[in-house]
């Protein structure tokens, strides 16, 4: 009897094609209306089961209606139990809660442009500046829309139409398919490969500066890692070269840390500070990953440098809005207040103790009254600490259809995210918030439930 009810139920596409949905559609997009859609389906199949009644599609359409007026984002909050701190598909990094109030204090009227001293024009950098200085020890910097804007504005503006040299070994591709020569390209310097993909010696660098290259790249490996047979130059030895050619030396450090990881127990990282002693003319970063704040790509570097950078016509096309901008200021200001490891969601992640991890997962299996907690590796993600794995903990449920019910989760208000392994369902806790424990609880038995 059940069964021919829920057949009564009809396909989801159906009901986003039905008439009375035609504006909704038009309003909101297909795609948000889909989405609601397969809620409220799935809360019809709920009513069948609990009240063994079902729910006609005027009835469906009504509550569909409802649900987008009251959720008419595309976007919506995910609970990440995958154990990947730095998620890119979800996001990157959370940010932290000074961030999203300076964020949502920026979302007006604010003095993003004005001295209110003086009731003048001011540079939008201002603040920003004054704090990379402050955490990083540079002279100046700057902050762009992301680091590959950043790459991009660095061989635009220093190098121009001469060559930029880059050894094969640090020709990487990014997220999204992109590669660095296709980014390079862009920028209208000429790219030219040096050495070989595992060995790049000094002499190589000399030989493209002896042939007019005008800036040298170099490429942080903040995602993957080369071993064996190895051989490439310190970067002092190459930016000393550079200097006798009077040519400048810019660092794809990727990640971005501040403070390295490594001094406190997790696996080491280069940070910005140690970058710039070692004399790179520029440093550029992401905001959004070891950094902990919003997206965003930072330029640190000598004055000259910055100051070049800032007035090419690159930089307005590429620069930050005032939400952006706002997230950056406020997160590096925790670093500067030295509150950065207790109030930066990634930071509160990857300090999280193993034993901390597993009282939690056993709360959330007590709770459940299923599953088993066993160890298993947490990852920083993002390309941050390649082949480096942090001590974790999860909790794997046993369950008929492993990928229906991660798709049943995802479906939920807040969609949890976890993973897969030997056909069984997996949840980290390290990449949940404590606060949120609850939740996940919430959602993992409805999820079994249903």
């Not at 595309?74 to 999203?100: C, D, F, K």
């Not at 390295?260 to 696996?267: K, T």
């Not at 069984?424 to 939740?439: A, G, Q």
Request: contains cysteine; aromatic residues 4%.
């Amino acid at each position: 009897m059940e069964t021919n009810l829920y057949r009564q139920l009809p396909q989801v596409n159906n009901l986003v094609d039905a008439d009375s949905l035609r504006s909704e559609v038009e309003l909101y997009g297909r795609d948000v209306v889909v989405r609601s859609c397969r809620q409220i389906i799935d809360m019809a199949r709920e009513e069948i089961k609990q009240e063994h009644k079902v729910l006609s599609e005027d009835e469906l359409i009504g509550h569909v209606k409802k649900h987008l007026l009251e959720h008419p984002f595309l976007y919506q909050p995910v609970l990440n139990a995958t154990g990947v701190i730095l998620h890119t598909n979800l996001g990157r990094a959370p940010i932290s809660a000074r961030a999203w109030e300076a964020m949502q204090a920026a979302g007006g009227y604010c003095d993003l442009e004005m001295d209110l001293g003086t009731g003048k024009r001011a540079s939008r950098q201002r603040d920003v500046e004054a704090l990379l200085e402050k955490v990083s020890g540079a002279p100046a910097g700057m902050v762009i829309n992301n680091c590959a804007g950043a790459i991009l504005l660095s061989l635009a503006a220093l190098a121009g139409e001469r060559p930029t040299a880059i050894s094969r070994g640090h020709l990487i591709e990014i997220g999204g398919g992109f590669r660095l020569p296709t980014i390079m390209e862009a920028s209208g310097s000429p790219l030219l490969e040096i050495g070989t993909t595992n060995r790049t010696h000094l002499k190589d660098y000399k030989e493209a500066l002896e042939k007019s290259a005008g800036l040298i790249l170099l490429v942080h490996r903040s995602n993957f890692v080369i071993e064996g047979y190895v051989t490439e130059p310190a970067p002092q030895e190459i930016i000393a070269l550079a200097k006798e050619f009077d040519v400048p030396v810019v660092l794809d450090l990727g990640s971005g840390a501040l403070e390295d990881p490594g001094q406190h127990g997790l696996p080491a990282e280069d940070t910005v500070t140690q970058a710039l002693k070692q004399g790179f003319d520029a440093v550029c970063f992401s905001a959004d990953k070891l950094l902990g704040g919003p997206q965003a790509g930072v330029i640190v570097g000598s004055r000259v440098v910055i100051d070049k950078l800032k007035k090419h016509p690159l930089a307005r096309a590429l620069r930050c809005d005032k939400v952006q901008l706002a997230g950056v200021c406020a997160t590096l200001d925790l670093y500067a207040r030295g509150e950065a490891k207790t109030q930066i969601p990634i930071w509160q992640m990857m300090l999280q103790s193993p034993e901390a991890l597993r009282a939690r997962a056993l709360y959330w299996c007590e709770n459940l009254g299923c599953g088993e907690v066993f160890d298993s590796p947490d990852a920083v993600g993002g390309g941050s600490l390649p082949g480096e794995v942090l001590k974790g903990v999860a909790l794997a449920l046993d369950v008929e259809q492993p990928e229906d019910f991660l798709a049943l989760l995802r479906r939920q208000e807040p969609a949890i995210v976890g993973h897969i392994r030997e056909n069984r369902v997996l949840f980290h806790p390290r990449t949940i918030l404590p606060e949120d424990d609850e939740k996940i609880i919430t959602g993992l038995k409805a999820a079994l439930d249903a």
